[in-house]
């Protein structure tokens, strides 16, 4: 075993060459992750009232920009299929298509900034976690263009595989998140008690700071010489559609993902407040899994795209089974720890919290993290398989079958219990399991039928060397 093992780690697209590239955006994804985390314990220190609004505001600003967000994410796989097929002088002009999706944030902000208050309302929330909803929500909006551009920039650097570069940028924002969040939040060293108002302009700084950095990096002569980062900013129709076509259904997936888990937060929130604190937290805790792994997704998209611009298909197969034997150990082991430990995890959020309010919170999340603890384990199917799938060119498919399966196993059955059975948050609870399960078994299925070995995003051209 420990031979195979060897092997398979010295191998093309086996576990060293994965981890390699996953690493650094595993460390990245991570920053993003603590980022939130202490985000949410900050905000649970303040009060019951920030930390139950801040998830739904959150995730509804998050729905209206996941479709460009999404689609800006897919520069990678161009990318990377570009450096494989030896074309870098296409890579900085995919880049730049990226690029200009941050025109189109600008009447998203304009329309949806007035509509805040009506938006909110119609949720049915208490009247101050309403009022504080409204708040976060109209400051993260402003941050849109930045995410865009982040998102397209870093494209550049996963998809040449150069994910260190991505990971710094990111610990960087990262820092300037907490360091603002903790001034803003509690009104430390000067600073105002701005409470939930202070967390939304620490994350809009934050997104800022990442654009404007990735840009210099990207403007930087090793880059203009090879890849064309400053000579490719001209708008091209052709790269531009083509990036809409592949891309937006990564979007769309993106923006309908969010929009159901934000329907389910709502109908949490239907429940009780105590309900959707603890699911809130809950869903906070998990990003200590998810968070990590979505960099180990990202990798598997990068490799499969190279390997397919290389055309070979096998080693992109290889990779991708590489990625889930290390994101299956992963996750395991995680779980374990939700499910045998969940006091480690509930302590920051708790270690500050009313005791009087926290208690029943308290109790109702360590029951909530054993779901997240069994849905972990096909959480690593879900993630690298989609990954794949997306690499290749597949994210038709992706976006159809994880919006149909959000309908079918999560909002429909999660409604119908709520509305005619008037069932509790556990209820719920077990429609998401069962939502991932389905996501892990529909993806897989798809990976091994193998169509999408022969999907190029790219054109086909003759090749120039590097």
Same mark, same amino acid.
């Given at each position: 075993?420990? @031979? @195979?093992?060897?092997?398979?780690?010295?191998?093309?697209?086996?576990?060293?060459?994965?981890?390699?590239?996953?690493? *650094?955006?595993?460390?990245?994804?991570?920053?993003?992750?603590? @980022?939130?985390?202490?985000?949410?314990?900050?905000?649970?220190?303040?009060?019951?009232?920030?930390?139950?609004?801040?998830?739904?505001?959150?995730?509804?600003?998050?729905?209206?920009?996941?479709?460009?967000?999404?689609?800006?994410?897919?520069?990678?796989?161009?990318?990377?299929?570009?450096?494989?097929?030896?074309?870098?002088?296409?890579?900085?002009?995919?880049?730049?298509?990226?690029?200009?999706?941050?025109?189109?944030?600008?009447?998203?902000?304009?329309?949806?900034? *007035?509509?805040? /208050?009506?938006?909110?309302?119609?949720?049915?929330? *208490?009247?101050?976690?309403?009022?504080?909803?409204?708040?976060?929500?109209?400051?993260?909006?402003?941050?849109?263009?930045?995410?865009?551009?982040?998102?397209?920039?870093?494209?550049?650097?996963?998809?040449?595989?150069?994910?260190?570069?991505?990971?710094?940028?990111?610990?960087?924002?990262?820092?300037?998140?907490?360091?603002?969040?903790?001034?803003?939040?509690?009104?430390?060293?000067?600073?105002?008690?701005?409470?939930?108002?202070?967390?939304?302009?620490?994350?809009?700084?934050?997104?800022?700071?990442?654009?404007?950095?990735?840009?210099?990096?990207?403007?930087?002569?090793?880059?203009?010489?090879?890849?064309?980062?400053?000579?490719?900013?001209?708008?091209?129709?052709?790269?531009?559609?083509?990036?809409?076509?592949?891309?937006?259904?990564?979007?769309?997936?993106?923006?309908?993902?969010?929009?159901?888990?934000?329907?389910?937060?709502?109908?949490?929130? /239907?429940?009780?407040?105590?309900?959707?604190?603890?699911?809130?937290?809950?869903?906070?805790?998990?990003?200590?899994?998810?968070? *990590?792994?979505?960099?180990?997704?990202?990798?598997?998209?990068?490799?499969?795209?190279?390997?397919?611009?290389?055309?070979?298909?096998?080693?992109?197969?290889?990779?991708?089974?590489?990625?889930?034997?290390?994101?299956?150990?992963?996750?395991?082991?995680?779980?374990?720890?939700?499910?045998?430990?969940?006091?480690?995890?509930?302590?920051?959020?708790?270690?500050?919290?009313?005791?009087?309010?926290?208690?029943?919170?308290?109790?109702?999340?360590?029951?909530?993290?054993?779901?997240?603890?069994?849905?972990?384990?096909?959480?690593?199917?879900?993630?690298?398989?989609?990954?794949?799938? /997306?690499?290749?060119?597949?994210?038709?498919?992706?976006?159809?079958?994880?919006?149909?399966?959000?309908?079918?196993?999560?909002?429909?059955?999660?409604?119908?219990?709520?509305?005619?059975?008037?069932?509790?948050?556990?209820?719920?609870?077990?429609?998401?399991?069962?939502?991932?399960?389905?996501?892990?078994?529909?993806?897989?299925?798809?990976?091994? /039928?193998?169509?999408?070995?022969?999907?190029?995003?790219?054109?086909?051209?003759?090749?120039?060397?590097?």
């Amino acid at each position: 075993m420990r @031979q @195979q093992f060897t092997r398979r780690w010295q191998a093309e697209s086996g576990y060293g060459e994965v981890l390699r590239i996953a690493f *650094p955006l595993i460390l990245s994804t991570g920053s993003w992750s603590l @980022q939130h985390f202490i985000d949410r314990m900050f905000l649970t220190w303040f009060s019951p009232e920030a930390i139950a609004a801040s998830m739904p505001a959150g995730m509804v600003n998050w729905t209206l920009v996941s479709v460009l967000m999404g689609t800006a994410v897919y520069v990678n796989t161009f990318v990377a299929q570009y450096f494989g097929a030896r074309q870098p002088q296409r890579i900085g002009p995919a880049v730049w298509q990226g690029i200009y999706l941050a025109i189109f944030t600008i009447p998203l902000i304009a329309l949806f900034y *007035p509509l805040a /208050k009506p938006i909110f309302f119609l949720f049915g929330h *208490p009247e101050e976690v309403e009022h504080l909803e409204i708040i976060y929500f109209r400051i993260l909006l402003i941050g849109a263009p930045f995410i865009v551009v982040s998102n397209a920039i870093s494209g550049l650097f996963t998809g040449l595989g150069k994910t260190w570069v991505v990971m710094w940028v990111n610990f960087l924002g990262t820092a300037v998140n907490i360091l603002l969040d903790y001034l803003l939040i509690f009104g430390k060293l000067g600073f105002p008690q701005m409470g939930i108002a202070g967390a939304g302009l620490a994350t809009v700084s934050a997104v800022v700071v990442n654009a404007i950095v990735f840009f210099a990096l990207m403007t930087r002569p090793l880059f203009t010489r090879t890849f064309h980062t400053l000579k490719g900013w001209r708008f091209e129709w052709e790269l531009f559609r083509r990036l809409i076509r592949f891309g937006l259904p990564n979007g769309i997936q993106f923006l309908l993902e969010l929009f159901a888990f934000t329907l389910f937060i709502l109908l949490v929130g /239907k429940i009780g407040l105590v309900e959707l604190a603890a699911s809130n937290i809950a869903f906070n805790i998990n990003t200590l899994a998810f968070m *990590p792994m979505f960099g180990m997704t990202i990798a598997v998209s990068t490799l499969v795209g190279q390997r397919l611009g290389e055309n070979r298909p096998d080693l992109a197969e290889r990779a991708t089974w590489s990625a889930f034997h290390l994101g299956f150990i992963y996750f395991a082991t995680i779980g374990l720890g939700y499910f045998f430990l969940p006091e480690l995890f509930i302590l920051p959020f708790s270690w500050q919290a009313e005791s009087e309010h926290f208690a029943t919170i308290h109790n109702m999340i360590v029951i909530l993290l054993r779901f997240v603890a069994v849905y972990c384990l096909f959480d690593a199917g879900n993630m690298i398989f989609s990954g794949a799938l /997306k690499g290749a060119g597949d994210t038709r498919f992706v976006a159809t079958a994880s919006v149909g399966l959000s309908w079918l196993l999560l909002l429909i059955p999660s409604g119908v219990t709520l509305y005619l059975f008037h069932g509790g948050v556990y209820w719920l609870w077990l429609f998401v399991t069962l939502y991932i399960v389905g996501l892990c078994l529909v993806f897989g299925f798809r990976f091994l /039928k193998g169509r999408w070995k022969s999907m190029r995003v790219i054109e086909r051209s003759s090749p120039e060397g590097i």
